[in-house]
């Protein structure tokens, strides 16, 4: 897909923000997978780092939530399966790196 993704908020502590194509999202990141992280690969549960995730289109007040994660899926709106795979690898990928010395 190419999206480009921006990050516009990373706490130090897992906790980041940004942007997608049209969307807004939050993630929580682990810093080792888990068992009720997203799988990067299947998108099911089990075996990623990002344990908590919402995309959501719209303003603050007046959000449309079209993917929310917390340890299992709450929802995910079939058209938006693409975008969120794409972020999930992205967070695993760029949120897995270390400084080896």
Same mark, same amino acid.
């Given at each position: 897909?190419? *999206? #480009?993704?921006? &990050?516009?908020?990373? =706490? ?12 807004? @999202? ?24 990002? *344990? #908590?995730?919402? &995309?959501?289109?719209? =303003? ?12 299992? @899926? ?28």
């Amino acid at each position: 897909m190419g *999206s #480009r993704i921006d &990050v516009s908020q990373n =706490s130090g502590h897992g906790l980041i923000e940004g942007r997608i194509m049209h969307c807004r @999202w939050f993630a929580l990141v682990q810093p080792e997978p888990t068992s009720f992280g997203i799988n990067p690969r299947t998108l099911l549960k089990g075996g990623g780092r990002v *344990s #908590r995730l919402c &995309v959501y289109t719209g =303003s603050t007040n007046k959000k449309e939530i079209v993917a929310e994660y917390s340890r299992g @899926w709450v929802s995910l709106k079939y058209n938006y399966i693409d975008i969120v795979g794409e972020l999930v690898n992205y967070l695993e990928r760029r949120y897995s790196l270390r400084v080896v010395k």
